[in-house]
């Protein structure tokens, strides 16, 4: 009988395929447009860069991009360092926002623009040109000019050009900030069907939380030239690490807790508005703080008067609807409770008698779905 190996295999160690280590950059002695960044991606992960304009996403594209010469730090790719590496070395496909196409050439001739610039001609550049063309479907398209095409088939030439040169790294730049709303829902989803058909390592810039939880692996949530959290899309959105992130992903009704107390397995926090929430004691070190609640997490139910006072129970609230708005796929309810409006959705689905506005109705929410952040 064969010896039984009692040693346990260690975890094994994924190696990043594009590492940022304590990468900053300033201009002429101004704020820091970003400072002491530290991000590791995998090999074949479409991670997205999220923030509000001006928090320093952008910058760091074209640090990796090198458009952008960093102030401090090294930027290591596929464990080479490319830091002072000028930007037409590094084989690194770019997507930006404008498109950035030539209005003077045809399809075809800006696609082929990097490979010309790479000296590939002939039978080799037309086939690769024609593949990059199909794989976003415009290989009908390749005799057009920039002009007569729609926004769409415009990101889908620029798309196609990052491509084409066969990148060890696409980055995309706000590439669907341009288009409308359904539009960007379907380059979007190509973008994705793209990137994991071809296994490529992405970088995708937004400020819209929407595509960053739609398209990522992960999503690096920036402020003010920093990663404030990183983590998978579900990660992000129901564990938010601070009140910054919970309300720039996804929408909450906040609450300000004045006061507390305290019981031996929980605490019971309490707003001005008279509202109370009941949380484990471990999840507030401290008092003020604030309670975010999403909507969709909030059920509602009209209220049926009986002798309960359902208005100082913990994690209940009575209002009176004020607001209805329809939203396809959800309902918001507007209900007014003293000075403030808490949201409620209801999904469409949900077969149930709706209130009208002016009726008074019951929130309930679980103590699982509070997020409390302290001062």
């Keep these: 009988m064969r010896p039984v190996n009692s040693k346990v295999s260690a975890t094994p160690v994924i190696r990043a395929y594009l590492e940022l280590k304590h990468l900053s950059k300033d201009y002429a002695g101004e704020a820091w447009a970003v400072s002491d960044l530290n991000l590791a991606i995998r090999e074949g992960e479409m991670i997205s860069l999220l923030g509000p304009s001006g928090c320093g996403k952008t910058t760091t594209l074209r640090m990796i991009a090198g458009l952008v010469e960093p102030s401090a730090g090294s930027i290591m790719l596929n464990g080479n360092d490319v830091t002072v590496l000028p930007a037409h070395r590094r084989n690194i496909g770019v997507v930006f926002q404008s498109y950035a196409l030539f209005p003077h050439l045809s ?114 949530v920036m402020r003010n030239g920093s990663i404030v959290q990183l983590g998978t899309p579900s990660e992000i959105y129901r564990t938010p690490a601070s009140s910054f992130v919970a309300k720039f992903v996804g929408r909450v009704n906040v609450f300000t807790v004045q006061s507390h107390h305290r019981s031996a397995s929980s605490m019971i926090l309490m707003t001005k508005e008279g509202l109370k929430f009941t949380i484990p004691c471990d999840r507030a070190s401290s008092i003020p703080g604030e309670i975010l609640i999403r909507p969709h997490d909030i059920s509602l139910e009209r209220h049926i008067p009986d002798n309960s006072d359902a208005a100082s129970s913990c994690n209940t609230a009575i209002g009176c609807v004020s607001r209805i708005v329809y939203a396809g796929d959800v309902t918001e309810y507007h209900v007014r409770l003293h000075d403030t409006s808490i949201v409620s959705e209801v999904p469409a689905a949900l077969r149930m008698q709706l209130p009208e506005v002016g009726d008074t109705v019951r929130l309930c929410w679980r103590d699982d779905d509070l997020h409390y952040f302290d001062d």
Aim: aromatic share 4%; glycine share 6%; hydrophobic share 45%.
């Design 107 to 220: 399809v075809f001739d800006n696609v082929a623009f990097g490979l010309r610039m790479r000296r590939v001609s002939g039978p080799t550049m037309h086939d690769k040109v024609r593949q990059a063309l199909a794989l976003v479907h415009l290989e009908n398209f390749s005799k057009r000019q920039p002009r007569e095409l729609s926004g769409g088939q415009q990101q889908r030439v620029a798309l196609a050009r990052a491509l084409v040169i066969e990148p060890t790294l696409l980055l995309l730049d706000e590439p669907l900030s341009n288009l409308d709303a359904k539009l960007r829902e379907t380059m979007r989803d190509e973008i994705r069907r793209i990137q994991q058909e071809l296994g490529m390592t992405a970088v995708f810039v937004t400020h819209d939380q929407g595509e960053a939880l739609a398209i990522s692996d992960r999503i690096a």
